[in-house]
């Protein structure tokens, strides 16, 4: 495969991605919630828009993409997926393969793909934030499962590779970026990408456990639920008050009407 | 969301002591199988599941689709939920291959899934993922899961249009109610609600409660997966009717009733 036509491919891509309508970019995003992920972004000569892309300015989002590909193998990834809610984000890709370093005006020349991986998430939550990798590498060097926020990975012939990559933003919401590749001025691609800041009320944990109203003190309140299966101890589980009442949240979801 | 078939390597990784724990577990198996009783192989401790190995495995979601879940094996209602208060791992049987994650939140709300099976310290769960009906194991002696009790429960008869909340089997309630056409049917089994949801977007209903089943027909529906959800209407054009894309339409005095039930109520759908 030359080298001249998989630059000629790299135009074709970007023109059928957009009319694929899969990669508009979100005009709604502009204004963005506090809260956001996305599972891929690249700009240079390759240009993918955050997708797909969801914030919390209309409460709980979450949208998944079951597969994007770019023909000549310039991009390849499936089930991505982001979603993001108060004072959470998350962001996960799978069976990525982005092999742009075929692109000749990059000056690039890889004998392995620029990434490859089985699976790529960042998450954060309340503020902190993690991410992970697995069975993953940057120009064939293999990436650790978890690294230190802000690791940077030596490949020669990238300008930087960094590794959960960990940004404190100016709205002191945080982001992290499980895997940010910079080529020569030329290109970026962000993979698996989650900004959060704490959540508005509270501290993250919603209103889980209390219960509706018969059991104020934790749990174990006689009653009826003895008679779970007998299992020895009853030790599966914590305790078994009445299940709570559930508090509507913000989201947006498209049911079937 | 399908990832279950991107890490073969699992059986090989998990070596040893996958292979101590196989007996106990295939006879935990064979005596759920009877449904007996399975206190002896209660102990049987998850094997270890590797950071690079959970990364692997796709969050359990309504976006989510699953390959190789366990079906739901039906049966009567343990009257009992369970919320994660960290992701857990969902195991295609007591101390089986790993496929799935199940996230602390569905959609804002904090997860909670209805237990359909109890063997010793592991429970098995209906998940909100596609295919309708999946279910998964996890361990519940952990003390990142949340117990409750759930004495509630709707049934939904989609021939005569009605929609019944039980407590404790008895029933508190019914009204007539709006499903989805001949085209874009109502799926039929055992769903449950997986959140609630103050709709902030679509303005036909102030709450959404989007159900774990999703329709056969709609692989997508608007922007979302194709969930079922219970909601009202603006009119009362859906009364008694077959006319939706495969949602059950409720007037708003049932919804006020619905909005009441725990995450995780069972949603029998005949």
């Given at each position: 495969?030359?080298?001249?036509?998989?630059?000629?491919?790299?135009?074709?891509?970007?023109?059928?991605?957009?009319?694929?309508?899969?990669?508009?970019?979100?005009?709604?995003?502009?204004?963005?919630?506090?809260?956001?992920?996305?599972?891929i972004a690249a700009d240079g000569l390759l240009k993918v828009a955050k997708t797909p892309f969801v914030d919390d300015t209309n409460g709980a989002s979450e949208e998944s993409v079951a597969?994007?590909?770019?023909?000549?193998?310039?991009?390849?990834?499936?089930?991505?997926?982001?979603?993001?809610?108060?004072?959470?984000?998350?962001?996960?890709?799978?069976?990525?393969?982005?092999?742009?370093?075929?692109?000749?005006?990059?000056?690039?020349?890889?004998?392995?793909?620029?990434?490859?991986?089985?699976?790529?998430?960042?998450?954060?939550?309340?503020?902190?934030?993690?991410?992970?990798?697995?069975a993953a590498s940057v120009a064939g060097i293999a990436l650790d499962v978890t690294a230190p926020a802000n690791t940077a990975v030596e490949v020669p012939g990238l300008a930087s590779?960094?590794?959960?990559?960990?940004?404190?933003?100016?709205?002191?919401?945080?982001?992290?970026?499980?895997?940010?590749?910079?080529?020569?001025?030329?290109?970026?691609?962000?993979?698996?990408?989650?900004?959060?800041?704490?959540?508005?009320?509270?501290?993250?944990?919603?209103p889980t456990t209390p219960p509706t109203d018969d059991n104020g003190d934790d749990g174990d309140n006689g009653g009826d639920h003895g008679d779970d299966n007998g299992s020895d101890d009853g030790g599966s589980g914590s305790q078994s008050g009445h299940a709570p009442t559930p508090t509507p949240v913000k989201a947006h979801l498209d049911v079937t009407g | 969301?399908?990832?279950?078939?991107?890490?073969?390597?699992?059986?090989?990784?998990?070596?040893?002591?996958?292979?101590?724990?196989?007996?106990?577990?295939?006879?935990?198996?064979?005596?759920?199988?009877?449904?007996?009783?399975?206190?002896?192989?209660?102990?049987?401790?998850?094997?270890?599941?590797?950071?690079?190995d959970l990364t692997k495995l796709p969050d359990a979601t309504t976006f989510g689709t699953v390959e190789g879940a366990p079906s739901d094996p039906g049966g009567e209602s343990t009257g009992r939920v369970v919320h994660p208060k960290k992701d857990l791992v969902v195991y295609k049987a007591v101390?089986?291959?790993?496929?799935?994650?199940?996230?602390?939140?569905?959609?804002?709300?904090?997860?909670?899934?209805?237990?359909?099976a109890e063997q010793g310290e592991w429970v098995q769960v209906l998940l909100p993922t596609r295919p309708n009906g999946a279910s998964g194991w996890i361990h519940a002696s952990d003390a990142d899961l949340e117990s409750a009790e759930n004495?509630?429960?709707?049934?939904?008869?989609?021939?005569?249009?009605?929609?019944?909340?039980?407590?404790?089997?008895?029933?508190?309630?019914?009204?007539?109610?709006?499903?989805?056409?001949n085209e874009h049917p109502t799926p039929e089994g055992r769903a449950y609600i997986i959140a609630s949801i103050e709709e902030t977007v679509n303005d036909y209903s102030p709450i959404v409660l989007p159900l774990s089943y999703h329709s056969d027909s709609h692989e997508?529906?608007?922007?979302?997966?194709?969930?079922?959800?219970?909601?009202?209407?603006?009119?009362?054009?859906?009364?008694?009717?077959?006319?939706?894309?495969?949602c059950i339409r409720v007037t708003q005095e049932a919804l006020d009733e619905l909005v009441k039930l725990p995450l995780g109520t069972i949603v029998n759908i005949v």
């Open positions: 495969m030359s080298k001249k036509r998989l630059a000629m491919a790299g135009v074709g891509a970007l023109s059928a991605v957009l009319t694929a309508g899969v990669l508009i970019a979100p005009a709604a995003s502009a204004t963005g919630g506090e809260n956001s992920a996305f599972a597969h994007l590909d770019v023909p000549e193998n310039l991009l390849d990834v499936r089930a991505l997926n982001a979603r993001a809610g108060d004072g959470y984000a998350k962001a996960s890709i799978a069976d990525v393969r982005v092999d742009i370093s075929a692109l000749p005006d990059l000056g690039l020349n890889l004998a392995k793909p620029l990434v490859a991986a089985e699976a790529i998430e960042a998450s954060c939550d309340n503020g902190v934030a993690s991410s992970s990798v697995a590779v960094t590794l959960n990559k960990q940004v404190t933003n100016e709205d002191g919401s945080t982001t992290v970026t499980a895997l940010s590749v910079e080529v020569n001025n030329l290109q970026t691609l962000d993979l698996a990408s989650a900004t959060c800041s704490k959540a508005g009320d509270d501290d993250g944990e919603e | 969301m399908d990832r279950s078939g991107t890490s073969p390597a699992h059986g090989r990784k998990r070596s040893t002591r996958l292979f101590a724990l196989a007996g106990a577990a295939l006879l935990a198996l064979t005596v759920s199988a009877c449904g007996g009783e399975a206190e002896e192989q209660a102990a049987v401790e998850p094997a270890a599941v590797s950071q690079e101390n089986g291959e790993p496929f799935a994650k199940l996230p602390t939140r569905q959609m804002g709300s904090p997860t909670w899934v209805p237990v359909v004495t509630f429960a709707v049934n939904v008869d989609r021939e005569n249009f009605e929609i019944e909340i039980t407590e404790n089997g008895e029933s508190i309630g019914t009204w007539t109610i709006g499903i989805g056409t997508t529906f608007g922007g979302g997966p194709g969930t079922v959800g219970i909601h009202t209407w603006p009119d009362d054009s859906f009364v008694g009717q077959a006319n939706s894309d495969g």
